[in-house]
């Protein structure tokens, strides 16, 4: 599992997942998810890549989320594949956490 | 590690194949069911959704079993057979002998978070398992428990074809 940042207009920081969100793949990005979360207010999580994802990872993902939202940030996650999403929408984590396919909507909930 | 004689189920005339996959009760044993898994869906053409529900499955079934049924205790074993029956679908079930527990497999129920703050991160497995499942049963073995998944069979001219023998 890999994890890259880049910074995108407007303060968001895109946080970049590749790989697997299963349990090993969890284990190897929380911590930097959780500094990431702690640094940044706005925070779109990419998740094009990956291929697959767990309740382990959704914690992943929800976790840093809470935090972002605990400090009056907002968290946007964008472009998951088709199981991937029905991961998110079967566990109504989009009704709380937008997912959005296109960048420039993506980046709209942060104005 | 603590063994215990696998169960085989007897096979009907309708089932058509069965594999099995041996783990001990340690996470880092998960890293075997992925290739496990790739290998059956290349092998009976799983479409690409179903290998991601039995996979999803299997990570979750079989973690809460490491993480909860043997409490981390690593030297225990767990079965894993894989089946296909004609009539079924694709079934998977899961043999341990941790102690007994009593897992809500009713019918999932819709989460219903109205904010980020409400959701228990690490509590969604069983129910991403109901949702990803076509069935899902539990039984107390006199040592252990079985759990058996079931998901649709994807192409019954394949499973055809392996009963015929072509």
Known sequence: MKLSTEDLEGGVTRVILDGRLDIEGAAAVDLRMNVIAGSCKKMLVDLQQVTFLGSMGLRSILVPAQAVSRRGGKVVLFAPTKMVEEVLTSSNIHTIIPIHHELSSALAVFL | ?166
């Open chain 2, 1 to 166: 590690m603590s063994g215990f004689p696998v169960q085989i189920m007897p096979q009907d005339d309708a089932t058509v194949a069965e594999k099995q996959l041996a783990l001990r009760s340690r996470l880092e044993d998960l890293k075997q069911v992925w290739p496990w898994v790739n290998a059956l869906a290349a092998e009976y053409a799983f479409p690409a959704d179903t290998r991601f529900a039995i996979d999803l499955c299997l990570e979750e079934g079989l973690s809460n079993i490491i993480r909860h049924g043997y409490a981390g205790d690593p030297d225990h074993t767990i079965a894993v057979t894989f089946s296909v029956n004609d009539l079924t679908g694709l079934t998977f079930t899961i043999l341990d002998n941790a102690p007994h527990f009593a897992p809500d497999l009713s019918s999932a129920q819709e989460l219903t978070p109205a904010s980020i703050e409400q959701v228990k991160p690490g509590s969604l497995g069983i129910h991403l398992m109901k949702k990803f499942a076509s069935t899902l049963t539990y039984e107390q073995l006199p040592n252990g428990n079985r759990l058996t998944i079931g998901f649709p069979v994807p192409a019954l001219e394949q499973a055809d074809s392996l009963r015929c023998g072509n």
